[in-house]
């Protein structure tokens, strides 16, 4: 008889500590979180929702290779939460744990593994080669001024007043009707190909070398 009574009331000491506890959970007003969940469950219980195995569940290396409607699937049907993943008899909308979750994809409040949005990926910029062409005047004006001079040129005898164009970036160089007015004769004559602003180039070009 007194092992039995013995046997009863320790039968019953185990569920009381347990509503004890339960009590004082509800009375200080502490809000279920994740690791509340996890430290009210059963030692040595497996912990992964997806692969049964003692890690968190957020953490597992088999949702990598899974897709998303297969994740989704997997909680649907073993009715775990969305948020924090746990079968914790709520859904996401209810979930108290999921104000302490933040995603680094969309910064909502679930794990990243079960983030609806595309991982984005670190493209490298392309690159836009810088333009090499200088402009000496930007304006509306169709109008364009240039610095010219009068100059004396002499040629066997001959002489004529012409206006020349001031560039710095030029050769010296004259215009064939100039020389054919003077009766010029060409020393020679060179093939030229110019190079213009920008690295463009002209065709081949003959032209006729006079002396100085």
């Known amino acids: 008889m007194v092992n039995l009574a013995r046997t009863g009331f320790a039968s019953h000491q185990i569920p009381r500590r347990k509503e004890f506890q339960n009590e004082q959970l509800k009375q200080s007003g502490e809000s279920l979180t994740a690791s509340a969940l996890v430290s009210l469950q059963k030692p040595g219980k ?3 929702i ?15 290779k899974m897709t998303l409607t297969a994740k989704q699937k997997l909680l649907l049907e073993k009715g775990a ?9 709520h859904i ?3 979930c108290n744990a999921k104000n302490h979750l933040k995603c680094p994809k969309c910064n909502n409040h679930h794990f990243e593994l079960i983030c609806p949005e595309p991982r ?7 690159f836009v080669p810088k333009s090499e062409n200088s ?24 002489e004529k007043i ?3 164009v001031i560039d710095s970036g030029s050769q010296s160089n004259v215009s064939e009707k100039i020389m054919t007015q003077l009766k010029a004769f060409p020393l020679r004559t060179e093939t030229v190909i110019h190079a213009l602003f920008g690295g463009d180039e002209t065709e081949p070009k003959s032209h006729k070398v006079f002396a100085h």
Not at 81 to 89: D, M, Q, V
Not at 120 to 126: A, D, L, R, T
Not at 137 to 156: D, H
């Open 46 to 48: 497996k912990d992964c």
């Open 50 to 64: 997806f692969c049964d195995k003692s890690h968190p569940s957020e953490k597992c290396f088999l949702t990598k």
């Open 81 to 89: 939460c969305f948020s924090c993943l746990k079968i914790a008899g």
């Open 92 to 94: 996401s909308k209810f």
């Open 120 to 126: 984005k990926i670190n493209e490298p910029k392309s």
């Open 135 to 158: 402009l000496s005047n930007c304006s509306r004006s169709e109008t364009v001024f240039l610095q010219t001079l009068c100059a004396l040129i002499c040629c066997q005898g001959q």
């Open 162 to 164: 012409i206006r020349a």
